[in-house]
């Protein structure tokens, strides 16, 4: 069974970058969009970007379009989220998922561990 996996969370100050990364266990992860979410205690997961496994169209949160980017290097079976002028508000747990879904979570089969990113000065 398809296993993703992100990296790359840890603590930065606001105004910094960080780009998350999503690994799938085999090249299967290629056949699927990649979507990304993301929660904070006490509140329901949301979705932040996704990228389908075609064409690359990509979507977003219309509140993080132009500091978020989402992307995907199917050689090394890894999406990416590229996560810039990060502000307090963007502190959550990351998720990315597979699936053939785009926006929504139950359209995803298959979910990372998630990880953590703090934005803080």
């Known amino acids: 069974q398809l296993q993703v996996v992100e990296s790359g969370g840890g603590l930065v100050q606001p105004g910094e970058s960080l780009r998350l990364s999503c690994t799938g266990s085999?090249?299967?992860?290629?056949?699927?969009?990649v979507g990304w979410f993301r929660q904070v205690p006490g509140k329901e997961r949301e979705f932040v970007a996704a990228?389908?496994?075609?064409?690359?169209?990509?979507y977003y949160a219309d509140s993080l379009k132009g500091r978020f980017t989402v992307s995907r290097d199917n050689d090394k079976n890894t999406g990416y989220l590229q996560m810039n002028a990060l502000k307090p508000e963007d502190t959550a747990v990351y998720y990315c998922a597979a699936g053939h879904g785009l926006v929504r979570e139950y359209e995803y089969d298959y979910w990372g561990q998630g990880t953590q990113v703090t934005v803080s000065s």
């Open positions: 990228i389908s496994w075609i064409g690359g169209a990509t």
């Open positions: 085999d090249y299967t992860v290629n056949y699927y969009h």
